[in-house]
């Protein structure tokens, strides 16, 4: 006989839904251009990129931090990153969303632009529901993805395409400098991120407390000095790879613990393996 007692608890505690995260690298024609195809459930956390980032969600939905704010992206939406701005990926209820990446090196994207456009430019909408703009993301990523593809149609692609993103969802203008303080600790991290660092070694370099650092650190950047750290060890990693280095190698020279330790950094940003990702890129 079923237990009454039971079945309410099994109804008050409902399993965990599985993990889904299938994440292909596509190799591409141009140096300077990564792309991905991502099904997942995943949470990434706050990061960066290097890059610019631009995609369009395939289906499902995701919720997103950014600087202008929290913002929904859904099926046909496309989703935009600047270099360094800081973001985070949940799923909406869990459930997998599916989206495809093209990220650019900003010496490519500034080439690519430099005749339309005077001044530098920034992506001002993280999410935009641009129909027309999504059509000529496929074409693009299309080509890119397309070892066949003639030299012709993806310098078409990409030029228009990313021009189109600079006029319809960008400026000239630039996002607020950092404080002098954070200015400080950002530099030590990112001149040697390999190197072990302390709190209080940061704030010393700062001129400010250590809480006032960490305040300030999360109000200007939207992440903890930590974070950040972990991410710009990750970046130096992605280069060491991309170079010939064995991921343990890459994890001795950027400052994690062993590679077990960059391993699940690197997944928890990227999305995949350190191996992997050197497979895809060689």
Known sequence: MA????????????????RIHEVKLHRTCIAGVEAMTLVSNHHFPRHSHDQFGIGVIVFGTQRSWSGVGAVEASVGDVIMANPGEIHDGIPFDGRPR??????LDPALMTAQVKEEFARSVEIVHP????RWLAQRFA???GCL?????????????LVSSLVSVLARHGNAQCPPL???PVKKAVHRLNTAPEMPVSLAELAALAGVTRFQLLRNFAKELGITPHAYLIQRRV????????????????????????QSHMTRAFVRLVGVTPGRYQAAIS
Request: cysteine-free.
């Open 178 to 180: 950092p404080s002098s």
């Open 3 to 18: 237990d009454p007692a039971a079945d309410e608890k099994h109804r008050s505690f409902p399993t965990r839904p599985s």
């Open 98 to 103: 599916g989206w495809r990446m093209i990220y």
């Open 127 to 130: 999410v935009a529901q641009d």
């Open 139 to 141: 074409r693009l990523f």
């Open 235 to 258: 970046r130096l990693a992605r280069k060491l790879l991309a170079n010939g280095r064995t991921p343990a190698d890459a994890a001795a020279e950027t400052g994690f613990a062993d």
């Open 145 to 157: 993805t397309d070892p066949y593809a003639d030299q012709l149609a993806i310098d078409e692609n």
